[in-house]
Antibody, heavy 118, light 112 residues
Framework: QLHLQESGPGLLKPSETLSLTCTVS??????????WGWIRQPPGKGLEWIGS???????FYNPSVRSRMSMSVDTSKNHFSLKLSSVTAADTSVYYC??????????WGQGALVTVSS | QSALTQPPSASGSPGQSVTISCTGT?????????VSWYQQHPGKAPKLMIY???KRPSGVPDRFSGSKSGNTASLTVSGLQAEDEADYYC????????????FGTGTKVTVL
């Protein structure tokens, strides 16, 4: 059974860089035909796709965060990562990692709350 | 890329049906048969319920069904049960050049 788990700091100050890692078990990122993605959800609000990555390193980002966003993949550790620079309070969200199928998100991590506060 | 439009709330009594709409544009919902629906219970991760407009993943009850007409997709939950009370989000593929995805604003379904 596929399992995804987010990890990373839960509290940041404005202007810092958000860094999260999603560790995948039950499937090999490098052996997969799937993309791997990040979706975030501000408290009490809706979902927002922010980016996807293939094991080759090919990436796609939401234009709303593209200038601050970077994703990477480490196939040896079977995980992929997110970096979002210059965070503000508006970036406070639960960040989910997910497997991206044929235009669907079929497996999700449990989510990681990241709070940006001075 | 603007969020897809969903009604904030919908409700029905046990056993009844409820339909949720998801309105986009020809650049997303209307342009591709790649609409999916997600159920989210409080404090939990979303769960895929419908994909490619009408298909159900293994394990999802056939009480859940999807459809699309033009720029509007719909999710129908028939035979409402207490455990169906949750937030529901639609999502659509929104760009073949840069693999964009857009989510709906979300609908809170209440079982009366």
């Amino acid at each position: 059974q596929l399992h995804l788990q987010e990890s990373g700091p839960g509290l940041l100050k404005p202007s810092e860089t958000l860094s999260l890692t999603c560790t995948v078990s039950g499937d090999s990122i490098s052996g997969s035909t799937y993309y791997w993605g990040w979706i975030r959800q501000p408290p009490g609000k809706g979902l927002e796709w922010i980016g996807s990555i293939f094991y080759t390193g090919r990436t796609f980002y939401n234009p709303s965060v593209r200038s601050r966003m970077s994703m990477s993949v480490d196939t040896s550790k079977n995980h992929f990562s997110l970096k979002l620079s210059s965070v503000t309070a508006a970036d406070t969200s639960v960040y989910y990692c997910a497997r991206v199928g044929n235009s669907l998100f079929d497996y999700w991590g449990q989510g990681a709350l990241v709070t940006v506060s001075s | 890329q603007s969020a897809l439009t969903q009604p904030p709330s919908a409700s029905g009594s046990p056993g009844q049906s409820v339909t949720i709409s998801c309105t986009g544009t020809s650049n997303d919902v209307g342009g591709y048969n790649y609409v999916s629906w997600y159920q989210q219970h409080p404090g939990k991760a979303p769960k895929l319920m419908i994909y490619e407009v009408t298909k159900r993943p293994s394990g999802v009850p056939d009480r859940f069904s999807g459809s699309k007409s033009g720029n509007t997709a719909s999710l129908t939950v028939s035979g409402l049960q207490a455990e169906d009370e949750a937030d529901y989000y639609c999502s659509s593929f929104a760009g073949s050049d840069n693999f964009l995805y857009v989510f709906g604003t979300g609908t809170k379904v209440t079982v009366l």
